[in-house]
């Protein structure tokens, strides 16, 4: 009788360091992906922060609808189409756009301020718009 309970409670223990584990792996795939898409702002190696700030145009959510994050060799070209029409900032975020441009860039200016660049399918940017850009289609202001 002892030894039975004796192996439920090594079993028990078992699973318990097993689920331990798993979260443990889950948890770091997690900020992988979530810091994944950020990266460094090219010459200043500052990094920002994964979504836009809380408040944000869309509450610190991240993209819009119809929009991605680019995590592929995609992301390095639309930074540095950004960084090098904005010197000096940090990118926040890339993604895919919805409105009007293959790409853009979420950037935050040396003065704190933010910044959307949006970059074609050359790699150019080919306009900076003030703020993270407009509402999402559909919402109100």
Avoid: C, W
Avoid at 14 to 35: D, E, F, P, Y
Avoid at 65 to 84: C, F, H, I, R
């Amino acid at each position: 009788m002892l030894k039975r309970f004796q192996k439920g409670i090594v079993a028990i223990a078992v699973l318990g360091a097993i689920a331990v584990g798993a979260s443990a792996i889950a948890g770091a795939a997690s900020n992988k992906a979530a810091t994944g898409a950020t990266g460094s702002s090219g010459a200043t190696g500052q990094q920002g922060p994964a979504g836009p700030p809380p408040g944000g145009p869309r509450g610190g959510r991240g993209p819009g609808p119809g929009e991605t994050l680019l995590t592929d060799g995609n992301a390095s070209k639309v930074k540095q189409a950004a960084l090098d029409k904005v010197p000096g900032a940090t990118v926040i975020r890339v993604e895919t756009d919805a409105q009007g441009s293959p790409y853009e860039a979420h950037l935050r200016k040396s003065d704190d301020t933010e910044v959307t660049v949006k970059v074609n399918d050359q790699f150019q940017a080919t306009d900076v718009q003030s703020g993270f850009g407009g509402p999402p289609p559909g919402s109100h202001p």
